[in-house]
């Protein structure tokens, strides 16, 4: 069984501080992990995955996030949030050793980022 | 590049009342999937398909029944509607790569369903 948490329902940072927004999964096999953002009224966009390689990735935004194997965690950070950036991310497992092929979201981290 | 598209934007039915929601995508993609989101809830798969002609419960399916008649399009029908069933609805699609399944998915603008 795959799942995944992000621990935070919410989270605040002054602009121009560093941001991270945490997760982490729990997978039988090796994950993909995917870091999704929604602004208000709109869909789900991607903003970066990692399937296998470098542990920092590197997505839109100026987003990276930093897969850590033993820690089962893959964290969202920005090294100096904007206003612009307050939104709802979520966190994406899917278990690439099958079972399953239909990713598991977690619920959810508001991100407010203060002037 | 239109990507997911979603109608309707916004919809308010009565209680019994049935509506269909349409969801299409340009991306050829094979993967399609109706999501449910609620506040505190994150995103609850309702229905998904694998490809034409194909469909699959997800975690909350009880109440809707979907259709796959075209590649492109994922239909999402409620039958009588419940005023438990207020909520927004997203549409998503992926392509599996192989089969690898490591793509991201592809979401519309959602639907915002009030049901009195």
């Known amino acids: 069984a795959q799942s995944v948490a992000q621990p935070e329902d919410q989270v605040n940072v002054a602009e121009g501080n560093p941001l991270t927004v945490k997760c982490t999964y729990s997978?039988?096999?090796?994950?993909?992990l995917f870091w999704y953002v929604q602004y208000p009224n709109r869909g789900l966009q991607f903003l970066l995955k990692?399937?296998?390689?470098?542990?920092l990735v590197k997505g839109s935004y100026g987003f990276e996030a930093e897969f850590n194997k033993s820690q089962t965690s893959f964290h969202l950070k920005k090294p100096s949030a904007l206003v612009s950036d307050s939104a709802l991310y979520f966190c994406a497992v899917r278990d690439s050793s099958g079972g399953s092929y239909i990713p598991t979201f977690g619920r959810g981290t508001s991100l407010i980022v203060h002037p | 590049n239109a990507g997911v598209t979603q109608t309707p934007k916004f919809r308010v039915l009565k209680t019994g009342q049935s509506m269909t929601l349409l969801c299409a995508q340009d991306m050829n993609h094979e993967y399609m999937y109706w999501y449910r989101q609620d506040p505190g809830m994150g995103l609850r798969l309702i229905h998904y398909?694998?490809?034409?002609?194909?469909?699959a419960k997800g975690e909350v399916p009880d109440g809707y029944n979907v259709s796959r008649l075209k590649k492109q399009n994922f239909l999402l029908g409620l039958e009588s509607a419940a005023p438990s069933q207020t909520s927004v609805y997203f549409c998503a699609s992926s392509y599996t790569d192989g089969g690898n399944f490591n793509q991201p998915q592809h979401f519309g603008d959602g639907t915002r369903l009030s049901i009195l």
């Open positions: 990692y399937i296998t390689g470098d542990n």
């Open positions: 997978v039988s096999g090796n994950p993909y």
């Open positions: 398909s694998v490809g034409e002609g194909t469909t």
